[in-house]
């Protein structure tokens, strides 16, 4: 059985002030040309990136090899999440995938893996439009079965073209190798005759802020461990719960379900009712608590072991600059000893540190320089300890195996801080990250990362004590700190809200 698969994906903060390029899609694909001129991938670089890691392609891999499936990847392209994406990098990576799917003739299903939650210029539902696109061109009965992030926000566009949709099951995702082999397994099921999805979808009133979305802790630990009671039932294939991402002004931002069932729609409809209302019956629990930086602070001087400071509003893996310094300002104004701050995008500054050189010191205008919503350059006289090309292969569960490409990497000090200041940005999830540079984490008092939840996948273990910071930015924890126009209302907790769908 011949199955062709491909990812275009994309978190989209609608309050970045960054859109998001075609070139910032080229810069995070597998390079090479697969023969057409554009240096998207193709099968034979998308197999050289992700063979053999823990990633979702590599599930694919792995997942379509269990079934027997001949799997061709088309296309495979994730840029880093921020601002809107340009209507022109959008349609430009539709039309391609549309053109090697046709190109790349029959083919008996279609694998796809996208984000959920992107939106363009013109299209608040990006996904929508793709899978119409999709399931359009290869008819009504070709298999189409997509995995999709815990935080895409689902809608029924997304919902009708689909045969199945997985989503990540875990946040952080520390599952999406083995969402991919699910995805690649239920494909098999469908092309081997042994399923016909019926797939419900349920839409919660109720929208909610990532802190509280960790499935490591409640209220959604025990929600994960009921969807997958539900999942164990007889002729249930998947339960999944898309929490959304809340840093989109859409319409359909926020909490749907969708269930999985073989043949038997009333059966999906019923159980997606019943994790609905599971759900909602927990819904106080979502209230985020930040603690303000200098609490956090003296914490730290006060306690032993690694205290861990998520500075989740300025993450870049929900659209974050990366280059906010309104932590790494308090860490000197407190003149704490034994502190690390990872990482400050700052492609300028790496440069002059690097002309500089190791050994030397070095004024700068450090971070702050996106926009003004992140904290203010911070001027500093820096000793220059590292630097370096900013290459590192990830060793959590994240993406072991994946080689991630920082750029011009230096490590300055500060006083007693030590800043990671970086050409490119990505999220800090990873602790080898830090190792990478010379910096045990665990020989340290303090690291402030620009993390909202999924450092946790590496430093749940290592920190004694974490806490979700109360900073500024355009990924803050805070329904207060956005004016929404776009979202559907009433919706809860912004709004008071009576829902039927539940009793
Ligand atoms: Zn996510």
């Not at 694909?29 to 670089?45: I, K, L, R, V």
């Not at 220059?384 to 994240?398: A, H, N, Y």
């Not at 195996?401 to 800090?428: K, N, S």
Request: some cysteine.
């Amino acid at each position: 059985m011949r199955v062709l698969s491909a990812c275009i994906a994309h978190e989209t903060n609608t309050f970045s002030a960054v859109p998001t390029t075609l070139a910032d899609f080229r810069h995070a694909s597998p390079q090479p040309d697969p023969g057409d001129g554009t240096s998207f991938g193709g099968d034979a670089a998308i197999r050289q990136a992700f063979a053999g890691t823990h990633s979702m392609a590599g599930g694919f891999l792995d997942g379509a090899n269990e079934q027997g499936l001949d799997l061709e990847m088309l296309l495979w392209t994730f840029a880093t999440p921020g601002g809107i994406v340009l209507q022109e990098a959008y349609e430009y990576l539709r039309d391609l995938l549309l053109r090697r799917l046709r190109q790349a003739g029959p083919a008996d299903g279609i694998l796809l893996h996208l984000h959920g939650a992107m939106v363009s210029e013109e299209h608040e539902d990006v996904e929508g439009d793709l899978l119409t696109a999709v399931r359009q061109q290869i008819g009504p009965r070709t298999p189409l079965v997509v995995t999709t992030d815990l935080h895409a926000n689902m809608t029924a566009a997304m919902a009708t073209p689909a045969d199945t949709i997985v989503g990540y099951d875990e946040y952080p995702h520390n599952d999406m190798y083995e969402r991919g082999v699910e995805g690649a397994r239920l494909l098999g099921d469908m092309l081997a005759g042994r399923l016909s999805p019926a797939m419900a979808y349920r839409q919660l009133p109720l929208i909610t802020m990532p802190p509280k979305q960790c499935t490591i802790i409640e209220p959604m630990r025990s929600l994960l461990a009921f969807a997958h009671e539900l999942e164990a039932r007889p002729g249930i294939a998947n339960v999944t719960l898309a929490m959304g991402f809340p840093f989109a002004d859409i319409h359909d931002a926020g909490v749907s379900v969708l269930v999985t069932a073989d043949s038997d729609r009333a059966l999906a409809e019923a159980t997606a009712d019943e994790m609905a209302a599971a759900i909602w019956a927990r819904r106080d629990d979502f209230t985020v608590r930040l603690t303000p930086v200098p609490e956090a602070i003296e914490y730290a001087r006060t306690h032993e072991g690694l205290t861990v400071l998520a500075d989740g509003s300025d993450n870049p893996g929900g659209g974050g600059p990366c280059d906010g310094t309104v932590v790494l300002q308090h860490l000197i104004e407190a003149d704490m000893q034994d502190a690390v701050v990872a990482i400050i995008v700052d492609p300028d500054s790496a440069e002059r540190a690097a002309q500089a050189g190791v050994g030397n010191n070095v004024s700068l205008m450090l971070g702050g320089k996106t926009d003004d919503r992140h904290g203010a350059p911070v001027p500093v006289t820096a000793y220059v300890r590292l630097i370096s090309d900013g290459t590192f292969v990830e060793q959590g569960p994240m993406g072991r195996g994946v080689t991630a490409q920082l750029g011009r990497t230096a490590v300055l000090v500060v006083g007693g801080v030590e800043v990671v200041v970086t050409e490119r940005r990505m999220q800090p999830l990873d602790a080898e990250l830090l190792r990478s540079v010379g910096i045990e984490p665990t020989r340290r008092r303090l690291v402030a990362l620009k993390s909202a939840v999924h450092f946790r996948s590496t430093y749940q273990d290592l920190a004694a004590r974490i806490f979700d910071l109360d900073t500024p930015g355009v990924h803050r924890p805070d329904f207060a700190a956005y004016e929404y126009r776009r979202l559907r209302r009433p919706l809860y907790p912004l709004d008071d809200v009576s829902w039927p769908g539940a009793s």
